[in-house]
């Protein structure tokens, strides 16, 4: 069964940076657009950035400037910098099993092979 493995979160300062990575071991990602979602304690899941399949991306308005996402066969990354309390949360990544190229409309239950999702605190 196809799942996706998250790393690289951490406690970090205010203003400081992470690089999270997923990969799905034994999954090529080609023809895939790969998702990165956050869910806070109390909220929903919701996005923060897409790598879609021709090495597009998209990102949410509230993290432009600041987390750059990149891909490769095996693996997307999530560089994320200047880094507030306000990300806080638990990240993971997810495969579009229905597009492979993803604009600004998010249609979550599009996205499968959910990781168990790596924490990211942001706290002086």
């Known amino acids: 069964q196809v799942q996706f493995v998250e790393s690289g979160g951490g406690l970090v300062p205010p203003g400081g940076s992470l690089r999270l990575s997923c990969t799905a071991p034994g999954f090529p990602l080609d023809g895939y657009a790969v998702g990165w979602f956050c869910q806070a304690p109390g909220k929903e899941r919701e996005e923060v950035a897409i790598?879609?399949?021709?090495?597009s991306s998209y990102y949410t308005y509230t993290v432009k400037g600041r987390f750059t996402v990149s891909r490769d066969r095996a693996k997307v990354t999530l560089v994320m910098n200047n880094l507030k309390p306000e990300d806080t949360a638990i990240y993971y990544c997810a495969a579009n099993i229905m597009r492979s190229v993803v604009g600004s409309t998010i249609i979550l239950h599009e996205f499968s092979y959910w990781g168990q999702g790596t924490q990211v605190t942001v706290s002086s």
């Open positions: 790598a879609n399949d021709d090495h």
